[in-house]
């Protein structure tokens, strides 16, 4: 902990990925068809089990050091 309190990574910010942190507060993949009768759902499992994964795989190509570097950015001002 710094001196104004927060936490500290095990790992450096470069090694660190958007799915890593997903999965890190999301343990477990969500059922995205809750309210859906039974036989519906098991039509759908993969297409949503491909469609986390391919979100999952976004994720890993971003790191937190990328995005703490995109979001560190100036605007540029805006002119009229």
Do not use: C, M, W
Not at 13 to 41: C, F, K, M, S, W
Request: glycine share 6%; proline share 9%; hydrophobic share 30%.
């Amino acid at each position: 902990k710094g001196p104004s309190g927060g936490s500290k990574l095990a790992r450096t910010a470069g090694e660190i990925t958007l799915r890593d942190i997903h999965q890190a507060v999301h343990p477990q993949r969500p059922n995205y068809a809750p309210t859906l009768p039974p036989e519906i759902q098991s039509s759908l499992k993969g297409v949503f089990s491909a469609a986390t994964r391919a979100f999952e795989n976004e994720l890993a190509q971003t790191t937190l050091a990328q995005l703490a570097k995109k979001t560190s950015r100036k605007p540029k001002r805006r002119t009229r």
